[in-house]
């Protein structure tokens, strides 16, 4: 379940990655566990002062329309 959880979750962020591209950035996953989603944001996102709402608003709810059992997403 874990592992079939991971592979979605890198599926949609496939999906999103190409938005990020577009404006200097990128994302990348780290972990899936206990309904938590683990992710880097990379290039421009790892400084821009919307990664906060990109993360939020963009990845996050993105993931979870797709998977309501996604509780949160974070970055580290």
Same mark, same amino acid.
């Given at each position: 379940? /874990? ?5 979605? !979750? ?5 999906? $999103?990655?190409?938005? @990020? $591209? /577009?404006?200097?950035?990128? !994302?990348?996953?780290?972990? +899936?566990?206990?309904?938590? !989603?683990? !992710?880097?944001?990379? #290039?421009?996102? #790892? ?7 990109? @993360? ?6 993105? $993931? ?5 059992? $996604?509780?949160? +997403? +974070?970055?580290?």
């Amino acid at each position: 379940m /874990a592992e079939e959880t991971y592979n979605k !979750v890198a599926k949609i962020i496939d999906s $999103i990655r190409p938005a @990020l $591209i /577009a404006d200097g950035g990128n !994302v990348e996953l780290i972990d +899936v566990a206990n309904g938590i !989603v683990k !992710v880097k944001l990379q #290039g421009a996102c #790892g400084s821009c002062p919307m990664a906060q709402m990109t @993360l939020k608003m963009g990845i996050e709810r993105e $993931i979870k329309r797709h998977l309501p059992e $996604i509780k949160e +997403v +974070v970055s580290i």
